[in-house]
């Protein structure tokens, strides 16, 4: 087993060099554009967002609709750090998660005694009160946005951080505490008797969920020229979960994938100006119906090479 | 009752929901490594005795006491960590882990390492892991059920389902496991081999066993004693002829005039 698991490892770390590799050639013949590597940026920090948000939504069960809000308090946090303490860009987006992991503390504890609807709505409505306060703070020049973040934000940098996501949402899923928040999932009251201590591990998994939306909001925050709290609203949050719902909940492959397709697909579209999002909504409606029906399950179990490949990914 | 401090006892307990008191005046004591059956007519307040004695309710009268130390207060999951497991009535298995993966969540308590260890696959992860895989596939081996290890456990059959759970109550070391009904929903050959599996349960993880059944054959085949309830109030108490031939018990299964 031991064995297994580390060789497991080593082909996923030989794995995420060689896409690396591959993205960096693209870039510097210039295969890839920079339209195209602007795009790949916003692919990893998504893919981040979405394999985070699947911790909390897909392997802990708790439907939250609040995960823009950590981003948002991530992004903030890591660029003012940035241009007025001038502190090295590793660590705003250190401090910058941890802010988010510890709102997300903050609002966790209270509010995960709620269930389903209820803590769907509350996370939603925690979202647009940090939406908000970002809106009427002076420090974070409200709803003209934040200009002036330093860009160090790399592909390289987006890149290591969606790796490193989605490398501890994995190794964090395949230990005992990742089996306690799974059990929580499946049942509460069987988990609590198990010797399960609910509370717990339901707040460590949202804890850990926020804090990695904190650090894609603050590579986000140091990509993006202008940083407007607009940005952070529910739609984003939804954004979020229907990448997680459409690749499936407690679905790591599927997250990437979504996040991946999500993202570039609305920039292929862009030619269709009005149209875009009524051609995105359509093509999320598509990919719903394949995802459940007959004729989708048959056509992916003959696709057995391709899930493999997805699973040695991780 | 002996001079040695029971395992389990309770003092009076009680619960009231609204008007009606579930249970009432609940006086009873088990031992270590004894074999209880608590039987009774549906609605006597079976259930609730298992849900009070894990800490799902809180007693509204009364003391549940464990070692002497009473845990009326005591949260589910602690109540289970000092060694009181459970099944469920209707099975409530993690139905989309396998079978394997459930077992080891009974086992979170007994191999512990650190998140981070977990995250940076240190050796205290390889061990735990390697540890934890080796105790569940034994326990999963008492039960025949090691050929399902990689099954979810919604896969399996019925009686299966009832066997694992079982299985991952085990996996919290107790010293007292509480099985509400067992043999629910089996044919005779499948309850046959389930008491012998209590038995053996009994014997290897030297558990007392306190059993909620409908099975008459089962109760009257294995328990040591017996605690009948009506109305959430205990009817009898005794050995299994003792039930057998009391006519309040009978009365209370069959009417007054039989």
């Known amino acids: 087993m031991k064995k297994k698991l580390i060789r497991e490892l080593i082909t996923a770390l030989v794995l995420a060099i060689v896409v690396y590799a591959i993205f960096a050639i693209g870039f510097t013949t210039g295969i890839i554009n920079s339209y195209w590597q602007g795009i790949l940026m916003l692919v990893g920090i998504n893919v981040t967002l979405a394999v985070s948000l699947n911790l909390a939504t897909g392997y802990l069960g708790q439907l939250t609709l609040g995960h823009a809000g950590f981003m948002a308090v991530g992004a903030y946090v890591s660029a003012l750090l940035s241009m007025y303490a001038h502190l090295p860009f590793v660590l705003t987006l250190i401090i910058g998660a941890l802010a988010a992991g510890f709102i997300g503390l903050l609002i966790g504890v209270p509010i995960l005694r709620l269930k389903g609807d209820y803590l769907c709505i509350i996370t939603l409505a925690f979202n647009e009160i940090i939406r908000v306060i970002i809106v009427n703070l002076s420090i974070t020049n409200g709803s003209k946005g934040l200009i002036g973040t330093p860009s160090d934000t790399t592909f390289l940098a987006v890149y290591l951080v969606a790796v490193i996501t989605i490398f501890v949402v994995y190794s964090i899923v395949h230990s005992r505490h990742g089996r306690a928040i799974i059990s929580v999932r499946e049942d509460e009251t069987a988990a609590e008797l198990t010797g399960i201590n609910i509370a717990y591990y339901k707040i460590l998994a949202f804890v850990i969920s926020a804090l990695f939306a904190g650090l894609a909001g603050g590579l986000y925050s140091h990509y993006i020229a202008i940083l407007v709290p607009k940005y952070f609203d529910y739609n984003k949050s939804v954004e979020i979960l229907v990448m997680v719902v459409l690749g499936g909940m407690g679905n790591l492959p599927g997250s990437i994938i979504a996040a991946v397709a999500l993202t570039i697909i609305p920039s292929l579209l862009i030619s269709f100006s009005q149209y875009r999002m009524l051609i995105y909504a359509i093509v999320l409606i598509a990919a719903m119906l394949l995802k459940n029906s007959d004729a989708g399950i048959a056509l992916r179990a003959k696709l057995p090479k391709l899930k493999k490949r997805e699973e040695v990914e991780e | ?258």
Do not use: W
């Open chain 2, 1 to 258: 009752m002996s001079s040695r401090k029971p395992l389990l006892q309770t003092k009076g307990l009680g619960i009231q929901f609204g008007g009606l008191k579930a249970v009432d005046e609940f006086n009873f004591s088990i031992d270590n490594n004894q074999l209880f059956g608590l039987i009774g007519p549906n609605g006597a307040g079976k259930t609730t005795i298992f849900n009070l004695l894990t800490g799902v309710y809180t007693p509204t009268s009364g003391q549940i006491l464990l070692d002497g130390k009473t845990i009326n207060h005591s949260s589910p999951t602690q109540i289970t960590q000092m060694g009181v497991a459970r099944t469920f009535q209707n099975i409530r298995l993690f139905k989309d882990m396998t079978v394997l993966d459930n077992v080891k969540v009974g086992l979170h308590h007994s191999h512990q390492y650190s998140l981070l260890a977990s995250i940076l696959h240190t050796p205290s992860y390889f061990k735990g892991e390697m540890a934890m895989d080796e105790e569940a596939r034994s326990l999963l081996r008492v039960f025949d059920l090691e050929k399902f290890a990689n099954v979810k456990a919604c896969n399996l059959p019925y009686g299966k389902q009832r066997q694992l759970e079982i299985a991952r109550a085990l996996a919290t070391s107790p010293r007292l496991l509480l099985l509400d009904e067992p043999a629910a929903g089996m044919n005779p050959t499948e309850t046959a081999e389930l008491m012998e599996t209590i038995k053996v349960v009994r014997e290897k993880f030297s558990v007392a066993i306190l059993l909620i059944e409908h099975d008459m054959k089962l109760v009257m085949g294995i328990c040591e004693k017996i605690c009948v309830l009506n109305f959430g109030t205990v009817l009898a108490f005794g050995t299994p002829d003792e039930i057998k031939n009391n006519p309040d018990v009978i009365a209370a299964y069959l009417g007054n005039d039989a």
